[in-house]
């Protein structure tokens, strides 16, 4: 799997959340969930764990030369309601 995201909102995101976006791509290696953003049904949200906390991962899937690729937008440490979400469907 790949990801990219742009290098200025990775520290923005970070700064703002205490989450990086490249941090993020954590989220990904392990068990997740996901589900569409319901303003935006271009992106998705997942769910999983990154650096012993669990995140929430904003996301597109996009497409180069190479092939489909996750497109990172924003990430944050997951709200209870996203916690409680995550423990009941993983």
Request: charged share 35%.
């Amino acid at each position: 799997m790949r990801f990219r995201f742009d290098p200025s909102k990775n520290l923005e995101v970070k700064r703002k959340h205490g989450v990086s976006l490249d941090e993020a791509t954590e989220v990904f290696d392990q068990a997740y969930l996901v589900d569409r953003k319901n303003d935006n049904s271009e992106q998705f949200r997942a769910i999983g764990w990154s650096r012993g906390r669990l995140c929430s991962v904003i996301y597109e899937i996009r497409s180069d030369s190479e092939g489909e690729f996750h497109w990172l937008v924003t990430a944050w440490k997951s709200t209870a309601k996203e916690q409680d979400s995550y423990a009941e469907n993983i």
